[in-house]
């Protein structure tokens, strides 16, 4: 009897010509409506945020406690654990081939480190120059300078590869009020600085633009910011409406940036280019995780909720909720129709924006029709 999926507006949902009528909703008899699930960690408190998938390997971060966390590279086939190492900061980085992970270290005694890159194969590893070891509580660390001087104490925001996983692009937040946001981009191979962004932009937040040749960053005033990785010179957007901190996510071609205004104004599609708000939601939406899939035409929201919210992108309606039980952490889309969901406190969770595979997995789990007398309880003309 647990709701499966619900689709509040009308599609069409089996070859059948079969419509959804508003708010439709399929039961399961079973548990939550997954179709499928790897066999994390559990009990183990999913960090918020933290998950990357490639086409044959995912990383999350799990064990987001004062004592460190650990982040796993994971192989999608399989369900295979093949590299684990301690991490810290609020993001880690996969690069695209699945092969070099990127996390800031946790040297232990309440002490945050510096950024690596390791190689899951051979787990040698490739520092990354210009941070120093701090201690958490209390912002102070041995050898440490105020940026913009080298080694600095920082707490990592965002790790992303570049797409040919020669470069790493970091967003960092100095500890201190108000204290900067710089980003920096190092070579993996060398772990040389390639690149630190200058005083007035707040690059603790990257966005990395699928082609690799720009970065999404912010002024202090709120305006984005496109860099040009070829001769790192940044060209200022104008102002706009909603939090650089909001939930914010990439089309695959880069194109457009979907964003949760977290206001009135609900989701919003805007161009990159112009940096015009080409259409809205219209309704509130609080959810803190977002994710467009490979296709470019659907988009997954959750967060605390614990349900699995999907959208068109043409539209901006909410075309299906499916809730997982408890609260999200992260969510990554796999395939145009698979969505990897890791709840608070695991397993990683596959469910399908698919109604076709939701309805046979229902049919499967059926295990008997209707009686006579229940049909005419229940006025069901026919009686299947």
Request: aromatic share 8%.
């Amino acid at each position: 009897g647990e709701e499966l999926v619900v689709l509040p507006h009308a599609q069409q949902i089996s070859d059948d010509g079969l419509r959804a009528l508003d708010g439709l909703m399929i039961f399961n008899t079973g548990a939550n409506g997954e179709v499928g699930g790897y066999d994390l960690p559990r009990q183990a408190r999913y960090c918020l945020g933290d998950l990357e998938v490639t086409p044959e390997r995912f990383a999350v971060r799990w064990g987001c406690e004062r004592t460190g966390g650990i982040a796993g590279v994971f192989d999608r086939a399989s369900g295979e654990l093949l590299y684990s190492v301690g991490a810290a900061g609020d993001d880690i980085g996969l690069s695209p081939d699945g092969r070099f992970l990127a996390v800031q270290e946790w040297p232990g005694e309440d002490r945050l480190g510096r950024v690596k890159v390791y190689d899951t194969h051979s787990g040698e590893s490739v520092l990354m120059k210009g941070l120093c070891p701090w201690h958490g509580p209390t912002g102070s660390g041995t050898g440490c300078r105020d940026y913009p001087d080298m080694p600095f104490k920082a707490w990592v925001t965002a790790l992303t590869f570049s797409p040919d996983g020669t470069r790493l692009i970091a967003g960092l937040i100095e500890p201190g009020e108000p204290g900067p946001s710089p980003l920096l981009v190092w070579d993996t191979q060398s772990g040389e600085i390639v690149y630190r962004s200058p005083e007035g932009l707040v690059a603790g937040y990257p966005h990395m633009m699928p082609d690799g040749d720009r970065i999404l960053l912010w002024t202090q005033d709120w305006e984005p910011a496109v860099l040009e990785t070829a001769d790192w010179t940044h060209v200022n957007g104008p102002p706009v409406e909603w939090s650089i901190h909001a939930a914010m996510a990439l089309t695959p071609d880069g194109r457009h940036l979907v964003v949760n205004t977290e206001s009135d104004a609900g989701l919003a599609v805007v161009d990159t280019a112009t940096w015009e708000t080409i259409r809205q939601a219209g309704e509130l939406n609080i959810d803190g995780l977002l994710a467009v899939d490979p296709s470019g035409t659907l988009i997954a929201s959750g967060r605390d909720s614990g349900i699995v919210k999907i959208y068109s992108f043409e539209t901006l309606h909410m075309l299906q909720k499916i809730p997982v039980g408890e609260p999200i952490r992260n969510l990554a889309w796999l395939s145009e129709h698979h969505v990897l969901v890791t709840p608070l406190s695991g397993p990683g969770i596959v469910v399908t924006t698919d109604v076709d595979e939701l309805l046979e997995v229902a049919r499967a789990r059926v295990t008997r029709s209707f009686t006579a007398s229940e049909c005419a309880a229940y006025h069901i003309d026919p009686c299947p």
